[in-house]
């Protein structure tokens, strides 16, 4: 998405039901404009992706650029030793404006009562501003 210089779209499309990503080390940042990673929702509207960190990745997605999308994604287990130290979203750097949030979850999962921890579910910093967490879809 990062590379063809134009808005993208990163949409999972996975078999019914609760399904687990588990990458094998932290996925490229967001570092365009206006691209959209975009989950699925189960037949009660909570989202059914799981981004799962294996207890050892920093974290799940960093987002550099502006005005990109994250929406309707699972975020557990991201705990690690290293800087930022486990966090299921890091949005950083003077760059990163106008980035949305929308129907996430961080450290649970629908119709669990178990706990998926992170360390942190997301994280601004490094002069981010302007980014907005949550709201209508």
């Known amino acids: ?4 210089g ?8 996975l078999p ?11 996925l490229p940042a ?4 206006g ?3 975009l989950g699925q929702e189960d037949n009660f509207g909570r989202p059914r992706i799981v981004i799962d960190g294996g207890n050892s990745l920093r974290y799940g997605f960093q987002v550099t650029g502006s005005n990109n999308t994250i929406e309707r994604l ?7 030793g290293s800087a930022p130290n486990g966090v299921g979203v890091w949005i950083t750097g003077a760059g990163a404006t106008g980035n949305r949030l929308f129907g996430n979850y961080f450290g ?4 669990s009562t178990s706990s998926f921890t992170n360390q942190r579910g997301i ?6 501003s302007a980014n907005i967490i949550g709201g209508a879809l």
């Open 30 to 33: 967001l570092s365009g404009t």
């Open 6 to 13: 134009v808005t993208s779209l990163i949409q999972f499309s």
């Open 123 to 128: 994280q601004i910093d490094n002069g981010a």
């Open 35 to 37: 691209d959209r990673v």
């Open 74 to 80: 699972i975020f557990n287990r991201f705990v690690s």
């Open 108 to 111: 649970v999962q629908p119709g």
């Open 1 to 4: 998405a990062n590379a063809d």
């Open 16 to 26: 019914a039901g609760l399904q687990t990503v588990t990458p094998s080390s932290v």
